[in-house]
């Protein structure tokens, strides 16, 4: 990727990816901010499908299924660009689609999943929203189903995984940088007052101090917490008392490692998530 020199409302969009609680893989909070960079530097290709594999919106095929993608960043909140050009997927997306599906009759539900992660804010919304379809669910994961995605995915009845496929992630992370050394460096010195009593609330306006740290630790440990919790249910429910302890360590797995792991039910193409949905489908009938 070439170097990208971001202006300052770019500047603004990659502060607000630091300094908040993320389920998602170490590597992909830069990756997707350098795309989404790139993404805005070439307004001509936008629209252009050549240079991007568009997110296809919610369909329901001939057998009553509905087809749901789940690409790219997860976010709270996301420009319809980065959206609709594959780089990013809304929780609210997920969401309004899921409940779409039921609203529309479809049989059962597939999500499509290749994504790192995302943010933990709107996670827990989304994953209750597909645990709350009420009819048949599955997952094939095609790429990636790490952090936030995987979340997502053990909420699901069924996870087929392509063989080189990588999922698991299970855990929650805050990341900031220490300017300090470089402010310093410029002749800058950060300072702040802030109301009495109120001592979290210099919280990032300045390197967090000792109080600060474990007060964001407590956070971390809590949204960890709740993410093991619901992968724990969600594949209890779907396949019985299968997971190893190794997930718990945040790892991402592949091909039989990930379905010895219990992270997934079978290891394969859609066409095995598929015929697994219609299987379940006949079953509730």
Not at 37 to 43: D, I, P, Q, T
Not at 71 to 92: M, P, W
Not at 270 to 276: E, Y
Request: charged share 20%.
């Amino acid at each position: 990727m070439k170097n990208i020199t971001p202006n300052t409302s770019q500047l603004r969009m990659l502060a607000t990816m630091k300094g908040q609680q993320w389920a998602i893989r170490p590597d992909a909070v830069q990756e997707f901010a350098l795309s989404a960079l790139e993404l805005a530097e070439n307004a001509s290709l936008l629209d252009n499908p050549d240079f991007h594999t568009q997110r296809l919106p919610m369909g329901i095929d001939a057998d009553g299924i509905a087809h749901i993608q789940i690409r790219g960043a997860l976010l709270n909140k996301v420009g319809q660009i980065y959206e609709r050009n594959g780089l990013a997927t809304a929780y609210s997306t997920v969401i309004r689609e899921t409940e779409a599906a039921v609203a529309e009759e479809a049989k059962g539900i597939l999500y499509y999943v290749d994504s790192p992660g995302g943010t933990v804010a709107g996670v827990v919304e989304a994953g209750q929203a597909i645990l709350n379809a009420r009819i048949p669910t599955a997952a094939f994961c095609y790429g990636l189903s790490c952090s936030a995605a995987y979340w997502l995915t053990s909420g699901t009845g069924m996870i087929v995984a392509a063989p080189s496929a990588q999922v698991g992630n299970i855990g929650a992370i805050l990341s900031w940088a220490d300017c300090d050394a470089f402010w310093e460096g410029m002749g800058v010195k950060f300072k702040a007052l802030v109301s009495e009593g109120a001592d979290l609330k210099a919280t990032f306006h300045l390197e967090p101090d000792a109080t600060q740290i474990e007060f964001l630790q407590e956070g971390i440990d809590e949204a960890g917490r709740l993410f093991r919790e619901h992968v724990a249910a969600g594949r209890s429910a779907a396949a019985g008392d299968v997971l190893n302890d190794e997930v718990w360590r945040a790892g991402w797995y592949s091909g039989e490692r990930a379905e010895s792991l219990g992270l997934v039910d079978f290891i394969g193409g859609p066409h095995i998530a598929i015929q697994g949905l219609l299987g379940q489908i006949k079953k509730t009938a």
